[in-house]
């Protein structure tokens, strides 16, 4: 399964199972604004998020982690449910992962991909056999010991694998997503078209 379908299954389940019954309760617009979202009477999955507008500024918490996302400028709920999930997540300056561009979650399967993609797309690389031979049977729980393997085979990989290993398997944070899908349903929940 390639990052972007996981990206649509995971929307797929937050949308119809996470939020299925949120509301959003958004205070008056001025400077600060404050978003609740969540499912009435309960606090699973509701997320809090509180907006300085003029500052670009929005703090999210709740049930689903905490971040901050900064923008230079001024900035809006429905102009921030506009914004696709890579450029949302770029925006982060403070997670339980750090901030954008290091605070990615890894995905075993998304780094076999990558690798696979590499391999399928540069015939010069010899080393596929090793890679399907070492990696598809392996089970790698974490990126240290993905790279800690990959630094004992490096010379499979071809000349050039310094500059794409690293990022073998990184994928945008599940909660990242999460944040951003509860303020373009509650955007759509709030102003319907």
């Known amino acids: ?30 400077e ?9 009477k309960t606090i699973h999955y509701k997320i809090w ?14 049930d689903l982690g905490e971040a901050i996302y900064r923008w230079h400028g001024g900035v809006n709920f ?5 914004f696709n999930l890579d450029y949302f997540h770029g925006k982060t300056c403070a997670s339980e992962l750090g901030r954008a561009p290091e605070n990615y979650e890894w ?27 070492s990696y598809l049977s392996k089970t790698l729980h974490n990126k240290q010991e993905f790279l800690h393997q990959v630094h004992q085979d490096i010379d499979i ?24 899908i509860g303020i373009k349903m509650a955007c759509e929940w709030r102003y319907p078209k």
Not at 32 to 40: A, S
Not at 113 to 133: A, L, Q
Not at 157 to 180: N, S
Request: net charge negative.
């Open 157 to 180: 990989f071809g000349y050039d694998a310094w500059e794409w290993i690293y990022g073998a398997g990184d994928v945008i944070p599940v909660r990242c997503q999460a944040h951003l």
């Open 32 to 40: 600060i604004c404050l978003l609740t979202w969540g499912e009435p």
């Open 78 to 82: 429905q102009g921030i449910a506009s």
């Open 107 to 133: 995905d075993e399967k998304e780094a076999k991909r990558t690798i696979f993609e590499h391999f399928k797309y540069n015939s010069d690389c010899k080393g596929y056999k090793k890679f399907k031979d």
């Open 1 to 30: 399964m390639s990052s972007r379908d996981l990206l649509k299954k995971q929307e797929k389940e937050i949308r119809e199972g996470w939020f299925k019954n949120h509301e959003a309760t958004i205070s008056p617009p001025d």
């Open 49 to 62: 998020y509180i907006l300085h507008e003029a500052h670009g500024t929005l703090m999210v918490y709740g």
